[in-house]
């Protein structure tokens, strides 16, 4: 059995981002390879040293860390938080228990490089430059590696040049580079001159009928505690929606619903009642049995289409933005046929019941074994 290493974000608790990474791990199990997650590593792992891109690493790193640690400190949900950081934690443990593999020195690499036969890149936007952690790209990997990616995402337009140079070269040890945009993949071609596929979001790598008996196995979130006709609204963003919001739930007379991030809540509003002790299951659960999803979420449209729900997509990046990652829902959309529930519009709000999705697992399904069959043919093959 094929040992398989993936680097991507798995941790934390972004629904979305934790899903993925699941999803890309129990694909490959049930193909039969053993797979392990890239743990957190230390600085003096890294192998490629580059001093322009190595100083704006660590220049975003303090941005990004300062600016996620704004916010008005907030006691009022302080036990529903701990309770869900016990549910993720008990996930992780479920799930990845005895596969993660400590990078933390020169030594550690050694061990992995010797243990590993496939390194590969997930999904996710763990190649944003604003965003960058360089094990991301297997920096510490030799060339006679196999190394692969696949759902990986650039997520913006262009990659700055302080980084260019730092890509070109990490990206040539790859084999097969799969991304999940077509953003993604342009940005990609003329940087390296190579070809790289587009492929599904790994999410989509597990069949609506297995999130159903999962959501059925490890959901635990008791939905007789809520209203039977409810509006779920998921935001990652920091824009304010509230406006919107309240416009729905005044048109409809549904309850709302906030599912936050809590480590991004700047502040709970009284007005809306928090559902706050999930796990990344009961998320999906939560979204199964919404009458409308409210969203700015990716993976949260994804999970919303393929559920059929009524769903409203808000945009959470200006589209003139150079950091905007509006591509990937318009991408996403478009693949459905459903761009029309995207909102141009927030300052009121348009109900539009034919917003409920039909079935759209005929229009991923051709795309979806395609992306499939191309994984496990790199995978597979040897190389000379």
């Known amino acids: 059995m094929k040992k398989v290493l993936i680097a991507t974000w798995y941790l934390g608790n972004n629904f979305g981002t934790v899903l993925q990474a699941y999803s890309l791990k129990k694909f490959l199990e049930k193909e039969n390879f053993e797979v392990f997650m890239q743990y957190p590593f230390g600085e003096e792992t890294h192998v490629y ?99 692969i990616s696949f759902g990986t995402s650039v997520g913006v337009k262009k990659i700055p040049f302080y980084y260019k140079k730092f890509y070109r070269i990490m990206l040539s040890k790859y084999r097969f580079i799969g991304v999940r945009e077509e953003s993604s993949r342009r940005v990609l071609e003329r940087l390296t001159k190579n070809n790289v596929s587009k492929v599904v979001d790994p999410t ?31 935001f990652v963003g920091d824009r304010d929606y509230w406006d919107y919001v309240k416009a729905m739930q005044l048109k409809t007379g549904y309850k709302v619903y906030i599912l936050p991030i809590t480590q991004s809540m700047q502040e709970y509003r009284d007005d809306y009642e928090y559902i706050i002790d999930t796990s990344p299951l009961d998320f999906l659960n939560l979204i199964k049995n919404a009458k409308i999803v409210c969203t700015d979420s990716y993976h949260a449209t994804v999970f919303s289409t393929r559920f059929m729900k009524e769903t409203y997509v808000l945009k959470r990046f200006s589209n003139k933005s150079k950091k905007s990652q509006n591509g990937r829902l318009y991408e996403y959309l478009k693949t459905i046929g459903k761009l029309d529930i995207i909102v141009d519009e927030e300052k009121v709000f348009q109900r539009n019941e034919k917003n409920t999705i039909d079935s759209i697992e005929g229009h991923l399904e051709s795309t979806t074994n395609q992306s499939k069959e191309l994984l496990l043919k790199e995978l597979r093959e040897d190389y000379e």
């Not at 704006?56 to 008005?72: A, C, E, F, V």
């Not at 597990?206 to 409810?230: C, G, H, M, V």
Request: glycine fraction near 4%; include cysteine; charge should be negative.
């Open 49 to 147: 040293h580059d001093f322009i891109a190595t100083f704006m690493n660590k220049l975003m790193y303090r941005l990004n860390t300062k600016k996620s640690g704004k916010g008005k400190s907030d006691n009022s949900h302080k036990a529903e938080i701990e309770q869900q950081k016990e549910k993720f934690e008990q996930f992780f443990t479920d799930v990845y228990k005895g596969k993660h593999l400590s990078i933390a020195t020169e030594e550690d690499t050694k061990k992995v490089k010797e243990q590993i036969d496939i390194f590969i890149s997930g999904g996710d936007q763990i190649w944003n430059p604003y965003f960058l952690n360089r094990h991301m790209m297997f920096d510490y990997v030799d060339n006679d590696k196999k190394v």
């Open 204 to 234: 989509l790598l597990i069949r609506i009928d297995e999130w159903n008996e999962d959501i059925k196995k490890y959901s635990q979130i008791n939905l007789d505690n809520l209203e039977k006709d409810y509006i779920l609204c998921y």
